[in-house]
């Protein structure tokens, strides 16, 4: 028995957050190991470095080098050490976050020819393939929606629509390592279904 991956993506406004915090209490209660609940952007001063960043509008490809210096980070300090331990790791966010919206913001930075490409071979020595991914489907129009007024710089429908896009080529790619969930549903359905599939996908 080895230890797990599972990530949760989606566009902002998705409800990743709900769906994870709900989706760790199902595994607890159901599984006899460990589940670690975790995020990207991280809450270390890196993950603070990424949020000022996008604050204050930094180049494009310097945003990506800095979600990358905090993706090492986490995954040196905080996953591997609880994978070591055979435990379950869920993070609210990951590296396929990274390939849909700095693909996004580095789209606009003509040098680059296809970004996602650029980002997923930036990383491919040093990051661990999740077991699993999660992809809550929810428009664009949706989660703005639920967004209403509280918008920061990726917030707003345009950009969204290219990293939905995004999302969708990055899953084409790798159909197996997904689970597409439809998260305009209520919480509860949602739910329900990530944990009627989760078994058929990977093995606690
Ligand atoms: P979010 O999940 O909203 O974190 P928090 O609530 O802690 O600020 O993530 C912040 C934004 O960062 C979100 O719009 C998605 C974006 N993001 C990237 O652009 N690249 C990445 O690699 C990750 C992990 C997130």
Known sequence: MKGKIITIEGIDGSGKSTITEALVEKLNRKLERKIIKTKEPTDSWLGN????GLRKNIDPL???FLFTADHIEHIEKEIKPHLDKKRIVISDRYSDSFYAYQGATLAQNRSIKNPIKYLKNLRKDFTIKPDLTIFLDVSPRTAMERLGEDKIKFENLEFQKKV??????IIEEERDRFLVVDGEKAKDDVINQIMDSIELKINF
Request: aromatic share 16%; proline share 0%.
């Open 49 to 52: 470095s990424v949020r000022k």
């Open 164 to 169: 939905y896009e995004n999302f969708e080529r």
């Open 62 to 64: 310097a945003e990506a």
